[in-house]
């Protein structure tokens, strides 16, 4: 696997870095420089190289084999990336017409390119959504992330009927996949049957037939208890 380079000169590699720290660290007090030499694509030395100089710039706090944590200042800059890189995924699916599978990329592009102002123009224009089209959470401009209870399809009751609300997954094939399935955002479901030992999963869609799914893209797809009331 070719590896891609980590300029430390470079914004956009520092944007990059803070975001996927900021990502990994929430399932992780601190992230390792292996966990994130593999989110980015590069080595390991590469990653120990850029902290360190973030470590001077206030934005992380790097330690010798226990990794790397963002600081304030690291996460705010982190959430001011996400907010940037959510809000044009929207604004590509509600007003470009793009496929979900089709916007990760393009996103990643822009968002280092536009300029405040083009952001929250965008904001207003799409009534300051909370989700983007994924389902994760949008930081306001203050960086406050919505909050919901949400759980893997792949750990729902059988016969409980749910709400699908995110897709944790950036894999374009996999988006459009499971699109091609059903699995559409806001579409409302319950599992019928599970196999052992994180086997497959039978899921009946609305009033589609019933499709087979395996438990890794279960575990992916992030759904709400419906309120039917």
Known sequence: MNRRKLSSG??????????????????????????????LNVSPPAVTDMAQRLVEEGTV???KYRGVRLTDEGERVALRMLRRHRLIETYLVHDLEYELHE???????LEHSVSDRF???IARKLGNPKYDPHGDPIPNSEGIMPQRDLQPLSSLALHTPARIRRFVMDDPD???????RGLMMGNTLEVTARERFEGPLTIQVSSQEPI???????????????DNS
């Open 174 to 180: 996999m988006l459009q996949d499971s699109q091609e």
């Open 103 to 109: 916007i990760h990329d393009e996103a990643e592009a």
């Open 61 to 63: 706090d790097y330690r």
């Open 10 to 39: 470079s914004s956009q590699s520092v944007e990059d870095f803070l975001k996927a720290v900021y990502t990994l660290q929430r399932e992780h007090e601190r992230v390792s420089t292996n966990a994130l030499a593999d989110a």
């Open 119 to 121: 952001i929250e123009a």
């Open 212 to 226: 087979i799914i395996g438990h890794k893209m279960a575990s992916l797809i992030l759904v709400e208890f419906f």
